[in-house]
């Protein structure tokens, strides 16, 4: 399938502008202020444009699970558990994983759903551990990526090699997909390292991950959708040496 590239803006009311605010302030300041590390939101009004993308490129038998890295107060986690296509659950299982203690336990307590897990922990480890099976978690996964080492304070040379392994991690699995959301100047994760590591852009929009304030500034938040072709070989691992 071709890339498809929707150069639309992204459309609220005040009332959801308002609601933004309110997001910004319990996820980045009301955290500092219980000595808890800031989170970086997902705004609600995204999460139904990341699940239409999803939909668009997901393909086969619903053995996908959601991931979530860098999931903070675990925002995204219910909203994707009850997801739907065709009347089916878009997604199996969904699984966040957060560095932050006291950031995990919040997002713990704010989910009683089984199908729904939070890991406290490096993602990038994780997703090598996950990755290292014949298939993740019993099937396929889509991978959920905005902007989690924000305030990380890596170069860009760390930021290349970390993103990198987990890339490479990740490409052993045909299908995969890679749901990246960056920063409106900035990206983590540069497009020329997913081209190199043999992903695929299916999607691409624009949202607006900052609410009022990206309508404020008239810039907003590059949403793309990275795959692993299907037709793609596991790259195959050196012998050592004698």
């Known amino acids: 399938m071709a890339s498809t590239t929707t150069s639309a803006l992204p459309s609220s009311t005040f009332k959801e502008d308002v609601k933004s605010i309110g997001t910004w302030f319990y996820n980045l300041f009301l955290p500092t202020l219980q000595g808890r590390a800031a989170c970086k939101p997902t705004m609600h009004t995204v999460i139904p444009t990341i699940t239409e993308e999803l939909k668009q490129v997901m393909e086969g038998k619903s053995d996908w699970t959601f991931v979530d890295l860098g999931c903070g107060q675990g925002a995204m986690l219910q909203p994707m558990r009850d997801a739907t296509k065709d009347g089916k659950p878009l997604f199996k299982q969904c699984v966040g994983v ?3 203690p006291g950031t995990h336990r919040v997002a713990v307590a704010a989910h009683d759903d089984p199908a729904i897990e939070v890991v406290c922990g490096d993602m ?5 551990e996950i990755c290292s099976k014949k ?3 019993g099937g396929r996964a889509a991978f959920y990526i905005y902007e989690p080492l924000w305030m990380a304070g890596k170069t860009e040379a760390e930021l290349d090699e970390l993103y990198g392994g987990l ?3 990740i490409s052993n699995h045909p299908g995969a997909i890679i749901v990246y959301c960056s920063a409106d100047a900035f990206r983590e994760m540069k497009t020329s390292l997913l081209e190199a590591k043999g992903f695929e852009l299916k999607r691409a929009v624009r949202v607006a ?4 304030f990206n309508k404020i500034r008239g810039v907003y938040n590059p949403l793309e959708l990275w795959q692993v072709p299907y037709n793609s070989e596991p790259p195959k691992k050196k012998r050592r040496s004698a």
């Open 98 to 100: 957060e560095l932050d």
């Open 124 to 128: 990038f480890p994780f997703v090598e």
């Open 135 to 137: 298939k993740i978690y």
């Open 167 to 169: 890339l490479d991690a």
């Open 209 to 212: 991950q900052n609410g009022a």
